[in-house]
C-alpha cells in the first residue's frame, strides 16, 4: 500500500509496515544516530549527529495516515537516544489512538522505564546482538572496545520489558536477532533464545544491505534449521515467507 508523504523526509519514515510489529499497520520512524556500528546494520547511513526533525510535519503525516495504521514504531538509529524527542512524539501519537512501538539495542533502559510509567509505550522489540555471557564477543558484534556495561544495561532492559509484560503496562515484548552464516554458532543462539524465556525471534539478515560485504544471508530453511534445535517455541522472520511459529 503506498500511502501519501506529501514532501516529507522519506529517509527517516517508512509509511506502511506490517512486519516491524506482526499483526500490526504501523508507520515507522527512524531517528538518526546511534550508539553501536554494527557490523550487519542496514541503516549505517544514519549512523551520525541528527538533524532536526521537522515534527510538526512528521505529526501532520503520521494524521494524514491515521486511517490506515494502528501503531507507531520508532526505530533507528537508536531511537532511545533522543528521549525528549521520543516521548513528545509518543504523547501527540497517543492522543490519536495509536500504538506505540520502540525498536531498541536495549542500551539505555532507564528511558524505557520513564516511556512505560507514562503509559506511553505498548510495544517493546529488543535487538539482542549476541549472547549476553560474553562482552567482548557483543563488543565485537556492535563495534565498539569494551561492552561490559552495555550488556548490564541491556539485561536489565530485558528485565524491564519482563516485568512490564507481566504486569500488563504493555501490549507486547520481543527480543530478536539478526542471523547471518557464521556470525552465531547454535551453541549461542540456543543460549540467547533460551536465556529469559520471553517471545523470540531469528530474523533474516540480508547481505546486501549491509555495511559489510562479506556477510552471507542465510535461507529460510537454514534459519528454520537452527530455529528447530532451540527445542523451544519461537518465531522466524524470512524475505521467503515472512512470520513463521516454529515448534
Known amino acids: 500500500m503506498q500511502l501519501n ?4 523526509d522519506k529517509s527517516i519514515v517508512v509509511p506502511f509496515s506490517t512486519i516491524d ?8 520512524v ?3 544516530g546511534c550508539n553501536f556500528k554494527c557490523c550487519y546494520c542496514q541503516n549505517y547511513k544514519i549512523w551520525g549527529a541528527a538533524p532536526p526533525i521537522d515534527v510538526d510535519g512528521l505529526l501532520r503525516e503520521i494524521r494524514r495516515n491515521r486511517d490506515y495504521i494502528n501503531a507507531l514504531i520508532f526505530s533507528g538509529g537508536e531511537p532511545t537516544l533522543r528521549p525528549n524527542l521520543l516521548q513528545s512524539l509518543a504523547e501527540e501519537a497517543k492522543k490519536d489512538g495509536l500504538l506505540i512501538g520502540i525498536e531498541t539495542n536495549g542500551a539505555f533502559p532507564e528511558v524505557l522505564d520513564t516511556l512505560i510509567d507514562a503509559q506511553l509505550l505498548d510495544g517493546l ?7 549476553l555471557s560474553d562482552p567482548q564477543k557483543y563488543a565485537r558484534i556492535i563495534g565498539i572496545g569494551n561492552a561490559n556495561a552495555y550488556v548490564e544495561k541491556i539485561k536489565k532492559a530485558i528485565n524491564i520489558g519482563c516485568a512490564a509484560l507481566a504486569a500488563h503496562k504493555i501490549l507486547e515484548f520481543e527480543l530478536r536477532t539478526t542471523l547471518f552464516k557464521g556470525l552465531l554458532s547454535q551453541n549461542e543462539i540456543t543460549e540467547m533464545v533460551n536465556q529469559f524465556g520471553v517471545r523470540y525471534a531469528l530474523q533474516q539478515g540480508r547481505a546486501e544491505m549491509c555495511l559489510r560485504r562479506d556477510l552471507t544471508t542465510l535461507t529460510r530453511d537454514e534459519i528454520a534449521e537452527l530455529a528447530a534445535e532451540c527445542r523451544r517455541p519461537l518465531r ?4 521467503e515467507k515472512g512470520d513463521e511459529d516454529i515448534c
Open 5 to 8: 508523504l506529501d514532501n516529507f
Open 21 to 28: 510489529w506482526p499483526g500490526k499497520a504501523s508507520m515507522v
Open 30 to 32: 527512524f531517528l538518526r
Open 125 to 131: 522489540f529488543i535487538d539482542l546482538k549476541a549472547p
Open 236 to 239: 522466524i522472520r524470512t524475505r
